[in-house]
């Protein structure tokens, strides 16, 4: 008899979109898995919004309070797609409720909701795991795989990362939540920096320390005109100050000794959603950048002198990459929404096996250790321990 596993989701905006897009196709295109999916319940304050969100996603019910969804015993897990003040209250309420939590990035706004959600999730014995979609990227995976290996040798010299956007660029555009510290907790940084930082952590390792750079090229913003909408928040005549950074960047040192150079900004004209990433080892390189999301770039000194070079692998071949079986044939690539689909399948795995799937809100623990580090850094000008 096939389990049934019911999704409660709170938030129905950019993330709820690309979240319920990934618990309707996941069963589609992951039939092996051990559960079948439900779309439960789809929950938002503005009961317009939510009910026409559930209507075009597809759930089966609106509710405009989360804390009924938590309570609702027909809920096998509670998928947190909201602002990053509502993260904690909602996965610790959650965890105690014993639901599977799924939380998008970043964990929470600061190191001490971290560590509560942890100690929740831990007490409760609950699957848990933080929205970091593009460690499963088959390209990432494929270059977590080739590492392990030892395709690059058994030491990593560098690990150089850049998250870049340009949608902040303009100053008229509205001081939307996420340039809001009581809000986001931070800027650029824990919004986009968190990503790399957790590639970072997947591909190369833990980080001991850090020396990082934080900058507000623009300090005030016109305040969203009638409330915000996501993406087409209208600017209205009154202003307020923007209370997050803008643009980071910072050095630090891995536990395995190499060297780490990241940097992330929303202030990147003509970068719409440019992350990319570039590893140097002993023996060989890889580079990745998402523009190219199906590509993986290796440089080997296995090969023979005379034609070393960076080879250019386009992942998706159902033998021998990651996910690849589960999609199209060789060369059919696949997209940023797929990157959900993949994340959704190892976390569905786990809630039915019960047991763990990275990244955990350990992780994102860790993240945020790590964020919090780079901002001790830039504040004090000068090395700081994680
Ligand atoms: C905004 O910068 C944002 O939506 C992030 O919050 C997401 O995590 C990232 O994947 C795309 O950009």
Same mark, same amino acid.
């Given at each position: 008899?096939?389990?049934?596993?019911?999704?409660?989701?709170?938030?129905?905006?950019?993330?709820?979109?690309?979240?319920s897009?990934?618990?309707?196709?996941?069963?589609?295109?992951?039939?092996?898995?051990?559960?079948?999916?439900?779309?439960?319940?789809?929950?938002?304050?503005?009961?317009?919004?939510v009910?026409k969100a559930?209507?075009?996603?597809?759930?089966?019910? &609106?509710?405009? #309070?989360?804390? *009924?969804?938590?309570? =609702?015993?027909?809920?096998?897990?509670?998928d947190?797609? +909201?602002?990053?003040?509502t993260?904690?209250e909602?996965?610790?309420?959650?965890?105690?409720?014993?639901?599977?939590?799924?939380?998008?990035?970043?964990?929470?706004?600061?190191?001490?909701?971290?560590?509560?959600?942890?100690?929740?999730?831990k007490?409760?014995?609950?699957?848990?795991?933080?929205?970091?979609?593009?460690?499963?990227?088959?390209?990432?995976?494929?270059?977590?795989?080739?590492?392990?290996?030892?395709?690059?040798?058994s030491?990593?010299?560098?690990?150089?990362?850049?998250?870049?956007?340009?949608?902040?660029?303009?100053?008229?555009?509205?001081?939307?939540?996420?340039?809001?510290?009581?809000?986001?907790?931070?800027? &650029?940084?824990? #919004?986009?920096? *968190?990503?790399?930082? =957790?590639?970072?952590?997947?591909?190369v390792?833990?980080? +001991?320390?850090?020396?990082?750079?934080?900058?507000?090229?623009v300090?005030q913003?016109?305040?969203?005109?009638?409330?915000?909408?996501?993406?087409?928040?209208?600017?209205?005549?009154?202003?307020?100050?923007?209370?997050?950074?803008?643009?980071?960047?910072?050095?630090?040192?891995f536990?395995?000794?190499?060297?780490?150079?990241?940097?992330?900004?929303?202030?990147?004209?003509?970068?719409?959603?440019?992350?990319?990433?570039?590893?140097?080892?002993?023996?060989?390189?890889?580079?990745?950048?998402?523009?190219?999301?199906?590509?993986?770039?290796?440089?080997?000194?296995?090969?023979?002198?005379?034609?070393?070079?960076?080879?250019?692998?386009?992942?998706? #071949?159902c033998e021998?990459?990651?996910?690849?079986?589960?999609?199209?044939?060789?060369?059919?690539?696949?997209?940023?929404e797929?990157?959900?689909?993949?994340?959704?399948?190892?976390?569905?795995?786990?809630?039915?096996?019960?047991?763990?799937?990275?990244?955990?809100?350990?992780?994102?623990?860790?993240?945020?250790?790590?964020?919090?580090?780079?901002?001790?850094s830039?504040?004090?000008?000068?090395w700081?321990k994680?």
């Open positions: 008899m096939i389990k049934t596993l019911r999704v409660g989701m709170i938030g129905y905006r950019f993330m709820g979109k690309a979240h897009n990934a618990w309707r196709q996941v069963n589609r295109f992951f039939p092996e898995l051990p559960a079948r999916v439900e779309l439960a319940t789809i929950c938002g304050r503005n009961a317009v919004e009910e559930r209507d075009i996603f597809g759930w089966q019910r &609106a509710e405009n #309070d989360w804390r *009924a969804v938590v309570a =609702d015993p027909r809920i096998d897990i509670v947190i797609t +909201t602002p990053n003040d993260h904690a909602i996965a610790i309420a959650a965890a105690r409720a014993g639901k599977a939590v799924l939380c998008e990035k970043p964990l929470s706004r600061t190191l001490a909701e971290a560590k509560q959600m942890v100690a929740a999730v007490k409760a014995g609950v699957v848990n795991m933080v929205c970091h979609n593009y460690r499963r990227i088959p390209a990432v995976a494929l270059a977590k795989q080739m590492i392990e290996n030892g395709e690059l040798g030491r990593i010299y560098h690990f150089r990362a850049r998250y870049a956007q340009q949608w902040l660029a303009d100053p008229g555009s509205p001081l939307t939540w996420r340039l809001k510290k009581e809000i986001a907790g931070s800027g &650029a940084h824990g #919004d986009i920096d *968190a990503h790399i930082i =957790d590639l970072g952590r997947h591909l390792g833990e980080i +001991t320390e850090v020396c990082g750079l934080m900058e507000t090229f300090k913003r016109p305040l969203p005109d009638g409330g915000e909408s996501g993406r087409d928040t209208k600017a209205g005549a009154k202003f307020g100050k923007v209370t997050v950074d803008d643009a980071v960047s910072w050095i630090g040192r536990k395995n000794g190499a060297i780490a150079n990241l940097e992330a900004t929303r202030f990147a004209r003509g970068r719409k959603n440019n992350i990319t990433f570039e590893i140097n080892g002993e023996k060989g390189s890889l580079f990745f950048d998402f523009e190219d999301m199906n590509r993986l770039k290796f440089f080997s000194t296995d090969a023979p002198a005379h034609r070393r070079g960076f080879t250019d692998i386009l992942v998706g #071949d021998v990459h990651p996910y690849a079986k589960n999609w199209w044939p060789p060369g059919h690539i696949i997209g940023y797929h990157t959900f689909v993949n994340t959704f399948a190892d976390f569905i795995a786990a809630v039915v096996n019960g047991r763990s799937v990275h990244p955990t809100f350990e992780d994102g623990l860790q993240n945020e250790r790590v964020l919090a580090a780079v901002e001790k830039a504040t004090s000008r000068r700081v994680v």
